[in-house]
């Protein structure tokens, strides 16, 4: 399967287990908003409080899930991670099984217009690169993973003989020109993420 080969292979995604007690639904559940809160709002947005209200859950009961705000913040990127990347993985397959290139359907899934209106949907390095380095420790360091992970997603889509060391360079100008699109919005934006996937694949694509 396109989906296996793209993210499993890979290490990309760990498949988690359902949860079935009811703090596993409960922890389950304040991550799924925190994750989006957070590429909402950044992570200054990402007020406890809110959080467990959003949830259905009460303050109090923060605690007996997180050991502190850092660390609702660590697992809030790893799920934010884990969901962008299903859906990137998704939305890559279908561009391929339609004849793209597994390089050219990526990067035409990451920058696809869609994603210019909804970063609490979308990729978590894109939507917090800014903020990623004013974090405290632990926070920065999984931080610095979804670089990482977002970055080897890029190389194995690559064509085999590409240079070394142009992940990074192509990873930069996927987050970067959704970060700029996202901030010039409208008919601007919508052609910069255009410009900028022409530009890519122009560059980097090898034709079948």
């Keep these: 399967m396109v989906f296996l080969s793209l993210y499993d292979h890979h290490h990309m995604m760990t498949v988690m287990p359902t949860p079935t007690t009811r703090k ?3 922890h389950d559940r304040i991550l799924d908003v925190a994750s989006r809160a957070i590429r909402r709002t950044g992570y200054r947005g990402l007020g406890v409080a809110d959080i467990m209200k959003e949830a259905g859950l009460t303050h109090g009961g923060f605690y007996a899930h997180f ?7 660590v697992e809030a990127m790893q ?4 969901d962008s990347q299903a859906a990137l993985a998704e939305a890559t397959a279908h561009r391929m099984a339609k004849g793209s290139s597994r390089f050219a359907a990526l ?4 920058l696809h217009d869609t994603n210019l209106d909804r970063p609490d949907q979308g990729c978590v390095v894109a939507a917090l690169a800014s903020e990623m380095t004013r974090q405290d420790d632990a926070v920065r360091e999984e931080a ?6 977002l970055m080897a ?3 194995a889509a690559l064509p085999s003989g590409t240079e070394p060391g142009q992940a990074a360079v192509v990873t930069a100008t996927l987050v970067g020109a959704l970060q700029l699109a ?3 919005g409208g008919p601007q934006g919508l052609a910069l993420l255009a410009q900028t996937r022409e530009a890519l694949i122009q560059r980097h694509d090898t034709p079948s």
Excluded: G, H, N
């Excluded at 050991?67 to 913040?73: M, N, P």
């Excluded at 990067?107 to 990451?110: F, L, T």
């Design 79 to 82: 799920r934010a991670s884990r």
């Design 144 to 149: 610095r993973q979804r670089v990482t992970d």
């Design 67 to 73: 050991a502190s705000r850092d660390a609702l913040l």
């Design 153 to 155: 997603l890029v190389q």
């Design 107 to 110: 990067v035409w899934a990451y």
């Design 182 to 184: 996202r901030t010039l």
């Design 24 to 26: 596993e639904l409960s």
